[in-house]
């Protein structure tokens, strides 16, 4: 020991402080092994001491004496080198084994008790805001322990050497507070603007526990929000300033304090779960209802004989267009702009295949690639939270840029194929997503009928396409087919009467009629009741229930909040950016993404194991999509009419 190593000879005098030379090429590892107590006895016959120096190098060679606390050092029966470094007593001088203190009558007996130096640890502390590498001179850290002999040829004592090289994280962690205390302040705001757009959307003005629980349920999401950027941005600093300085400017916080960062990224992990379980709760239970357009035709008339008299029924409208409509949007309800396996496999590539892990070690050095026999140092949690949520969402945020602007441009866009399809079906598609707020897609055929064969709807999209018919648009000469919609209390009060009677067959069975075909004739009539009402709605066949249709304004647009109160009229905004996809896990890929992401960290931090964390993410995922899948095709056949038994 007093001989100080060749890597701290790299350590210059600069007058007090000490400039870090070549610092990048060495950290030395923490050392733990365990000695066997009859090799200690043997070999330290009586206390050795030891001053310890530091060679500083240079043309005139000097040595600096490293001040030495010994941890658990007694003064007047009390600990005197602990919290309060005013206390410290420091010394020049140190031992590792004490074999002569604990030997009794003789100094030829076997000690009942050795005194070991079972923790020795050399403190670096950089000079804060250094730009050279400069530190505060070295200081060194003793613990030692006694250790009873009870068994002296099988009994082993563990000791431990290492150096910790730490700078002062106060001015980091008040830049992390800083940043949390303004971005949640800006949170509470729009959260506040959300809760707001709410109370419009349902049209209740009075503010009571329902406002405050959804008050808090969107706040959970926005302070979600603001926990995630917060620690991503933390952690991909450490990442880059930290691996690639060419001087040392910062260093790495130490295992323990790291607890309050781990700790945000809990609180972002419980809250983003709050704000995806409220939207998942809200997606199935959205109310929606497919409105048939098609009405009987003349020459589909049939004759049928009834009480001995021949006259001509027309012929049924067809529901397997309906039930077509229906198990489209059962299958649009889970698809993501980006595929979860791939995402999966793909993060798992860099980190284990190329060795992208091994940027998260707790050294400086950013190679991928090491030597099976070189040391490996343990794991920052900064570092790999940075690491792991910065590959995560590098590789969605590539997913979501290919699947917007190639896939769905030149393969397939299920959304505008679904508008397409209402439109080839004759129907259209009015959602509430809250009371008096939701999406309509106007699927009226421009034909004005879908039951037809093979020949007639060919040549009807041949009509199209050469522009031989009227446009699909609900407004005259408009192709826009979607819409957000904002109903008055008077329509929404009428839809929800209707509503009741169609839904009849959810209720208990002690409040169900005792005639079955009476209630099956019942829902039918409240659905034809439904859909003849909603169908003279949008052909403004209800004076005092009617509409007009407008462009949202640009702010509307950003703050996601209708200025204009649906009070005489309703409004139908054009949408043309398709926004009803807000009810599916389409429109709310953000919230996903964000939510795995969370999910596979918050997972590796506990068992600091990528592949576990891998595994049980894409359960997660598998297990929410069936969930999702399983309660959004319950609620489309109970608001809808349409049996399960067609959803496949």
Same mark, same amino acid.
């Given at each position: 020991?007093?001989?100080?190593?060749?890597?701290?000879?790299?350590?210059?005098?600069?007058?007090?402080?000490?400039?870090?030379?070549?610092?990048?090429?060495?950290?030395?590892?923490?050392?733990?092994?365990?000695?066997?107590?009859?090799?200690?006895?043997?070999?330290h016959p009586e206390p050795l001491f030891y001053?310890?120096?530091?060679?500083?190098?240079?043309?005139?060679?000097?040595?600096?004496?490293?001040?030495?606390?010994?941890?658990?050092?007694?003064?007047?029966?009390?600990?005197?080198?602990?919290?309060?470094?005013?206390?410290?007593?420091?010394?020049?001088?140190?031992?590792?084994?004490?074999?002569?203190?604990?030997?009794?009558?003789?100094?030829?007996?076997?000690?009942?008790?050795?005194?070991?130096?079972?923790?020795?640890?050399?403190?670096?502390?950089?000079?804060?805001?250094?730009?050279?590498?400069?530190?505060?001179?070295?200081?060194?850290?003793?613990?030692?322990?006694?250790?009873?002999?009870?068994?002296?040829?099988?009994?082993?004592?563990?000791?431990?050497?290492?150096?910790?090289?730490?700078?002062?994280?106060?001015?980091?962690?008040?830049?992390?507070?800083?940043?949390?205390?303004?971005?949640?302040?800006?949170?509470?705001?729009?959260?506040?603007?959300?809760?707001?757009?709410?109370?419009?959307?349902?049209?209740?003005?009075?503010?009571?526990?329902?406002?405050?629980?959804?008050?808090?349920?969107?706040?959970?999401?926005?302070?979600?929000?603001?926990?995630?950027?917060?620690?991503?941005?933390?952690?991909?600093?450490?990442?880059?300033?930290?691996?690639?300085?060419?001087?040392?400017?910062?260093?790495?916080?130490?295992?323990?304090? +790291?607890? *309050?960062?781990?700790?945000? =990224?809990?609180?972002? @992990?419980?809250?983003? $779960? !709050?704000? &995806?379980?409220?939207?998942?709760?809200?997606?199935?239970?959205?109310?929606?209802?497919?409105?048939?357009?098609?009405?009987?035709?003349?020459?589909?008339?049939?004759?049928?004989?009834?009480?001995?008299?021949?006259?001509?029924?027309?012929?049924?409208?067809?529901?397997?267009?309906?039930?077509?409509?229906?198990?489209?949007?059962? +299958?649009? *309800?889970?698809?993501?702009? =980006?595929?979860?396996? @791939?995402?999966?496999? $793909? !993060?798992? &590539?860099?980190?284990?295949?190329?060795?992208?892990?091994?940027?998260?070690?707790?050294?400086?050095?950013?190679?991928?690639?090491?030597?099976?026999?070189?040391?490996?140092?343990?794991?920052?949690?900064?570092?790999?939270?940075?690491l792991a949520a910065t590959l995560w969402l590098?590789?969605?945020?590539?997913?979501?840029?290919?699947?917007?602007?190639?896939?769905?441009?030149?393969?397939?866009?299920?959304?505008?194929?679904?508008?397409?399809?209402?439109?080839?079906?004759?129907?259209?598609?009015?959602?509430?997503?809250?009371?008096?707020?939701?999406?309509?897609?106007?699927?009226?055929?421009?034909?004005?009928?879908?039951?037809?064969?093979?020949?007639?709807?060919?040549?009807?999209?041949?009509?199209?396409?050469?522009?031989?018919?009227?446009?699909?648009?609900?407004?005259?000469?408009?192709?826009?087919?979607?819409?957000?919609?904002?109903?008055?209390?008077?329509?929404?009060?009428?839809?929800?009467?209707?509503?009741?009677?169609?839904?009849?067959?959810?209720?208990?069975?002690?409040?169900?009629?005792?005639?079955?075909?009476?209630?099956?004739?019942?829902?039918?009539?409240?659905?034809?009741?439904?859909?003849?009402?909603?169908?003279?709605?949008?052909?403004?066949?209800?004076?005092?229930?009617?509409?007009?249709?407008?462009?949202?304004?640009?702010?509307?647009?950003?703050?996601?909040?209708?200025?204009?109160?649906?009070?005489?009229?309703?409004?139908?905004?054009?949408?043309?950016?398709?926004?009803?996809?807000?009810?599916?896990?389409?429109?709310?890929?953000?919230?996903?993404?964000?939510?795995?992401?969370?999910?596979?960290?918050?997972?590796?931090?506990?068992?600091?194991?990528?592949?576990?964390?891998?595994?049980?993410?894409?359960?997660?995922?598998?297990?929410?999509?069936?969930?999702?899948?399983?309660?959004?095709?319950?609620?489309?056949?109970?608001?809808?009419?349409?049996?399960?038994r067609f959803l496949i």
């Amino acid at each position: 020991m007093n001989r100080p190593t060749p890597q701290l000879r790299r350590f210059a005098a600069v007058n007090p402080l000490f400039t870090v030379d070549a610092f990048l090429n060495f950290i030395a590892p923490d050392n733990t092994c365990d000695l066997l107590v009859a090799n200690l006895i043997v070999s330290h016959p009586e206390p050795l001491f030891y001053d310890v120096y530091m060679d500083l190098g240079g043309e005139n060679r000097k040595l600096l004496p490293l001040p030495t606390l010994v941890r658990n050092q007694q003064y007047n029966g009390r600990l005197i080198n602990q919290d309060n470094m005013r206390n410290w007593y420091l010394s020049r001088r140190m031992f590792l084994v004490d074999t002569l203190s604990g030997r009794e009558k003789s100094i030829t007996a076997s000690p009942k008790v050795i005194r070991v130096a079972t923790s020795v640890r050399i403190r670096f502390q950089l000079v804060p805001r250094t730009q050279e590498g400069q530190i505060f001179p070295p200081l060194m850290t003793v613990t030692y322990t006694d250790v009873p002999i009870t068994d002296i040829n099988t009994q082993t004592v563990s000791v431990t050497f290492a150096m910790d090289y730490e700078m002062d994280q106060i001015e980091a962690r008040t830049k992390t507070d800083t940043a949390l205390g303004i971005l949640g302040g800006v949170a509470v705001l729009y959260s506040l603007l959300k809760t707001v757009s709410w109370k419009r959307r349902i049209s209740s003005p009075i503010i009571d526990l329902e406002t405050m629980l959804k008050f808090l349920l969107f706040y959970s999401g926005d302070l979600a929000n603001v926990f995630f950027v917060v620690t991503v941005g933390t952690g991909l600093y450490w990442l880059i300033f930290y691996k690639a300085q060419q001087f040392v400017s910062v260093l790495l916080p130490l295992p323990s304090q +790291e607890e *309050q960062f781990v700790t945000y =990224i809990g609180c972002a @992990f419980a809250l983003k $779960a !709050v704000q &995806f379980l409220h939207k998942l709760y809200l997606q199935v239970t959205v109310d929606i209802f497919l409105i048939d357009w098609e009405r009987p035709r003349s020459k589909g008339n049939r004759t049928v004989q009834a009480h001995g008299e021949t006259k001509r029924d027309p012929s049924p409208v067809s529901i397997w267009r309906t039930y077509f409509v229906a198990n489209e949007w059962n +299958e649009l *309800q889970t698809i993501r702009k =980006i595929s979860p396996t @791939f995402q999966i496999m $793909a !993060v798992l &590539f860099f980190l284990e295949v190329l060795d992208f892990s091994n940027l998260a070690l707790r050294d400086p050095w950013a190679t991928l690639q090491r030597p099976p026999e070189a040391y490996t140092p343990p794991y920052s949690l900064i570092l790999r939270y940075g690491l792991a949520a910065t590959l995560w969402l590098c590789i969605g945020l590539l997913q979501v840029i290919f699947f917007t602007v190639f896939y769905e441009h030149f393969v397939e866009d299920k959304i505008r194929q679904f508008v397409d399809l209402c439109s080839v079906s004759n129907i259209s598609v009015l959602l509430f997503f809250n009371r008096c707020f939701g999406y309509y897609i106007h699927g009226r055929s421009v034909h004005g009928h879908a039951d037809t064969n093979m020949e007639e709807m060919s040549n009807n999209l041949k009509r199209e396409r050469e522009s031989l018919c009227g446009q699909r648009g609900l407004v005259p000469n408009s192709d826009i087919q979607t819409f957000q919609v904002s109903i008055n209390n008077r329509l929404r009060l009428q839809y929800d009467r209707i509503q009741d009677s169609l839904s009849r067959r959810n209720r208990p069975s002690r409040l169900m009629d005792a005639s079955t075909a009476n209630l099956s004739d019942l829902q039918f009539r409240a659905y034809n009741t439904m859909n003849h009402f909603l169908g003279s709605i949008i052909d403004h066949g209800h004076p005092d229930m009617d509409y007009m249709v407008k462009e949202k304004l640009m702010l509307e647009r950003v703050i996601g909040m209708e200025f204009m109160e649906p009070s005489d009229k309703s409004y139908f905004y054009t949408d043309e950016a398709h926004s009803f996809s807000n009810v599916l896990f389409y429109g709310n890929e953000a919230t996903l993404l964000i939510f795995d992401t969370l999910f596979f960290c918050v997972v590796d931090l506990g068992s600091q194991n990528f592949i576990l964390a891998a595994v049980l993410t894409y359960i997660e995922q598998m297990l929410f999509r069936f969930i999702r899948n399983t309660l959004g095709r319950r609620n489309l056949a109970n608001k809808t009419l349409v049996d399960q038994r067609f959803l496949i």
